[in-house]
Structures are given as structure tokens and as C-alpha cells.
């Protein structure tokens, strides 16, 4: 890649892990779902015009039902999910269980698609979700009266990253060959129609601080509309296999910016759970066991979202 190419995907790395840290900023006032619908809400209002510019609109309609699928699974299911978690557990160490959506993906083509697994990638699914198990073993608790909120952000985290691989191969499925652009700005607009009513009953009694409205600002301008424009623009530019390795960078800025913002701890279990996720994915995605100059085996689903930007 060239320097630029690799400031870009560093810049798409540091804005999805802020994401996590505006999260945790706004959703003690929002609530996880009203959160989430505002994200996607101003998200699709800052897409539409980029999409009218270059006369996509009538592409909505077309693909309407697919568009609603993935907007749900893609956005306002993860979206509040992820939300809910942030109300628990830290921003680092959701990041890093978000960090499984590769392998997530795999097995959702493996059962759905019926996509071949190799014994590499097999191993790479088995020590990546060990990591995660070895995350939460501290938070399981079946002492009566115990509090399980840790263990239930957890595994709010793993089933937003479980929506996500679906996602992946719904899109495949559904939406091959339509432009990325359509795809990012029909999923947000679906998933704000998906959250308008929950949200609308679940809006705060007080009216959210100006700090968190900024937050959940920041998380729809910076962390979605632009990071869905930068990541599509990076995949028409160097290709699927180079653009997702941004998976293992983003929990290293989730960890950093709450470290610096939020004073969150990096404790050794993060750090070594991490780790065990990040080389699940590398043997899950064929980025080690595989001899120099070869291309990792990625899905198509990932493969068929960087054709046309």
C-alpha cells in the first residue's frame, strides 16, 4: 500500500475505535436504544445528499427489502446492542470481542452458504472465540444475586458481532453488485426506520446533556457516515484483503482512547485475551500458516463489496 493508503486505513482504525469511547460518553443519558437510533438517524441525513450527488437515489427502492435486512442486522440490532454493553464493561474490551466479526462471518457462510473451511481457518474460529470465552470467564458468576451485567455485555458484544457476520453474507446474498454507497447509506436509512418507534418509547425522561449530544454527533459523522465513506473508498483502492486488516488495529485505539478519556484500565486478561482473538482471526482469515506472496482466502462476501465505489 502506498503512504497514504496507509494513513487512511490508521485514520478508518482510530475513528471505529473511538467509536466505543463515544458510546460510553452518551449512552448513561441516551439509553441503548435511543442512542442507537440517533446515530443511524443523522448518519442517513449526512449519506442521502452524497447519494443524491450521484444519482443513487432510485437504488434505494429497487433493493429496499435487502437494504432493510442488512440495516437491521448491520445497524440497529449491533448498534443498540453494542450500546447496551457500553453501559457495563469498557470500551477496549468491547472492541475487542467487536473484533470477531471476521470469524463470525466464516462460520456464518460455513452453515449458511455452505462456504468450505480449511483445518487452518477451523482452528483459527476455535482459538478466536477461546479468547473471547477467556474475556468473560471472570465476569460469569452463578452465585445467587450476583451481578451479571459484565457477562451480559459480553454477550451483548459477541451477538452484535454475530449480526454483523450475518450481515456480511446476507449483503452477498442479496445485494451483490450494488454500488457500496447504496449499501451503506440504504442499511442506515433502514435501520433509523427499524429504531424510529422502540426509540420513541424508550427516549429519556431528561433531556441529554449537550456533551452527549455531541458524543452521539461525533459517533454518526465521524464513526459511521465517514467511516463507511473511507472504508468502501479503501477497498475500491487496495483491495479487501489489505482494507480488513483495520480489524486489528481498531482495539488498540478502543483501548488507547479510553485509557486517555475515560481512565480505563488495560489489565493483563484484556491483553492476553486480545491477543488469543487476534490470532484466531490471523489463522481464521489465512494471514498466518500461508507462505510470502500469497493472498489470504477471504470471503467473497468482503471480496464483492469493493468492486464499485
Not at 489489505?242 to 493483563?268: D, K, Q, R, Y
Amino acid at each position: 500500500m502506498k503512504p497514504f493508503d496507509i494513513g487512511e486505513l490508521v485514520l478508518l482504525a482510530a475513528l471505529w475505535g473511538a467509536s466505543f469511547l463515544f458510546m460510553r460518553l452518551g449512552v448513561h443519558e441516551f439509553g441503548p436504544v435511543a442512542l442507537a437510533a440517533v446515530r443511524v438517524g443523522l448518519a442517513s441525513v449526512m449519506l442521502i445528499p452524497l447519494l443524491a450527488s450521484r444519482g443513487l437515489l432510485g437504488e434505494l427502492r429497487t433493493h429496499w427489502q435487502g437494504l432493510l435486512l442488512v440495516g437491521a442486522l448491520n445497524g440497529a440490532i449491533p448498534f443498540a446492542l453494542f450500546s447496551f454493553a457500553a453501559l457495563s464493561i469498557t470500551a477496549g474490551l468491547s472492541s475487542i470481542v467487536n473484533a470477531t466479526t471476521p470469524l463470525w462471518t466464516a462460520v456464518v457462510a460455513f452453515v449458511w452458504l455452505r462456504q468450505g473451511l480449511t483445518p487452518l481457518r477451523a482452528l483459527g474460529l476455535v482459538v478466536g472465540f477461546a479468547g473471547v470465552a477467556f474475556l468473560a470467564w471472570d465476569k460469569a458468576s452463578f452465585k445467587p444475586g450476583a451481578d451479571h451485567s459484565g457477562l451480559l455485555a459480553v454477550l451483548a458484544c459477541a451477538g452484535a458481532t454475530l449480526c454483523y457476520g450475518v450481515a456480511a453474507n446476507a449483503t452477498r446474498r442479496f445485494l451483490s453488485g450494488v454500488p457500496p454507497l447504496v449499501v451503506a447509506t440504504g442499511s442506515q436509512v433502514a435501520a433509523a426506520l427499524l429504531l424510529a418507534v422502540p426509540a420513541a418509547w424508550l427516549w429519556p425522561a431528561a433531556q441529554p446533556s449537550g456533551a452527549a449530544w455531541g458524543a452521539v454527533l461525533a459517533l454518526a459523522a465521524l464513526c459511521t457516515a465517514l467511516a463507511y465513506i473511507m472504508y468502501f473508498r479503501l477497498m475500491s483502492r487496495v483491495g479487501p484483503t489489505n482494507a480488513v486488516s483495520v480489524t486489528f488495529l481498531i482495539p488498540l485505539f478502543a483501548i488507547l482512547w479510553g485509557a486517555i478519556f475515560l481512565g480505563e484500565a488495560i489489565t493483563a486478561q484484556m491483553a492476553v485475551g486480545g491477543a488469543i482473538v487476534l490470532a484466531g482471526i490471523a489463522l481464521a482469515l489465512g494471514l498466518a500458516g500461508r507462505s510470502p506472496g500469497k493472498q489470504p482466502d477471504f470471503p467473497t462476501a468482503m471480496k464483492g463489496r469493493a468492486k464499485r465505489w
